[in-house]
């Protein structure tokens, strides 16, 4: 599933998200230069680890590159494939069923019934097909975006080093980035180095490349590798890249099995059994064995569609130039750049809109126009102490 993916480039690439985007990353970056983020990403040249390792993360490794695995939750996937199953088999219900109730036009005679047709059998036939055209183009404007989340896309995501060409490429759905060439010395790693075992369980190494434009608009944010089972894993994983790239496959150890890519049915099982691992690795392994038991029909059925979603799907392949980058006389690919992507949205400034004149109450009104009324023994009083005054 594609979803968190999908999500952090939707906001970069939106006009309604992409202004807020800006201004975190704005943020961020002040926090840094003040010194007050986070300060836990790691460079190339850094050293965090004496024991690199890189078990159940890998693909391939050679000379030249090493293959990784990626996306944050490969193994859930499942749920959205039933979702898209039971759109698929209403559809095709109301196509089959719009095809019978509109032979009429055809025959003349009503379908079920065998009877001549009435003017309302015509009606009730274009009345089907209207309503089949309408719910379609929904599912392919609107809801074709959450289908391709796991269905009817490539199957994995992967992301290649190559140690030769100095460059990280990463295969990626058209929707989430596409395919893009980064450079290797300008990533950095969430290495999370310095913080407690438990404190990182279930999650992944991640791997950033900031904006810096012209060239980079974007943010791109990969997670790398298998679900860690602890702080140790991450950190181990991403010394395990540092060495390879930095000084070579030699300096790092041949892992025990690399990853297969053919979707074995056990492999979605074992997808499913990952949920508990954490619980398993902390000693809790008869209390998970009760839970599985008794959770064990939604079990099965979250790994058949996890077995589903990937026979729907195919496999990544890399572009030719990739593939023979670093080989002798063969081209180096180009680094990504703005114009590989669309624009970036505008965002124009809110126009502050013009104050109203207040109105005037009523009641504020009417007192205004009112004229001081005399009041006949003040004003008589007042008049002759002012005679007074002036015989005087």
């Known amino acids: ?55 159940g993360s890998l693909y391939e490794i050679n000379e030249r590159y090493i293959d990784v695995g990626a996306g944050e939750s490969q193994e859930r996937r499942g749920v959205i494939t039933y979702i898209s199953l039971g759109i698929a088999y209403f559809i095709f219900k109301v196509s089959g069923f719009a095809i019978f109730v509109n032979a009429v036009w055809f025959t003349g005679v009503h379908s079920a019934l065998k009877t001549p047709a009435t003017m309302g059998d015509f009606v009730f036939g274009v009345f089907i097909v209207t309503l089949l055209g309408v719910f379609s183009y929904v599912v392919f404007r609107y809801a074709r975006i959450f289908i391709r989340l796991e269905n009817f896309v490539q199957r994995r995501m992967l992301i290649r080093f190559n140690r030769c060409t100095r460059q990280v490429y990463l295969h990626r759905p058209r929707f989430a980035g596409g395919l893009t060439v980064l450079d290797w010395e300008k990533v950095s790693a969430e290495a999370v180095v310095g913080e407690e075992e438990s404190a990182n369980t279930g999650r992944k190494l991640i791997l950033l490349w900031g904006p810096s434009m012209p060239d980079l608009p974007h943010l791109h944010i990969v997670f790398v590798g298998k679900r860690a089972d602890g702080t140790s894993d991450i950190v181990n994983l991403w010394e395990f890249i540092r060495r390879y790239m930095e000084e070579g496959p030699e300096s790092v150890p041949a892992p025990k099995k690399l990853l297969g890519k053919v979707p074995w049915p056990w492999l979605s099982v074992m997808a499913s059994l990952s949920f508990f691992k954490p619980l398993w690795r902390a ?31 195919w496999e990544p392949r890399w572009p030719r130039i990739i593939r023979e980058a670093g080989l002798p006389g063969k081209p180096v690919p180009p680094l990504s750049t703005a114009a590989d992507w669309p624009p970036l949205p505008k965002v124009e400034p809110k126009e502050k809109k013009p104050r109203r004149p207040r109105k005037s109450r009523p009641a504020d009104a009417q007192l205004a126009e009112k004229e001081p009324q005399a009041v006949p023994g003040i004003n008589s009083e007042v008049d002759s102490n002012t005679q007074s005054q002036e015989s005087k």
């Open 283 to 313: 000693g809790l392994r008869w209390q998970v064995a009760c839970i599985v038991a008794l959770a064990s029909p939604a079990l099965a059925l979250h790994s058949l569609g996890h077995w589903m979603s990937l026979l729907l799907c």
């Open 1 to 55: 599933m594609y979803w968190l993916e999908w999500m952090i480039w939707y906001i970069q690439t939106s006009p309604r998200e992409h202004a807020q985007w800006q201004a975190k990353l704005r943020k961020i970056e002040n926090a840094d230069r003040a010194g007050t983020g986070r300060g836990n990403s790691r460079g190339i040249s850094e050293k965090v680890s004496e024991t690199p390792s890189a078990e």
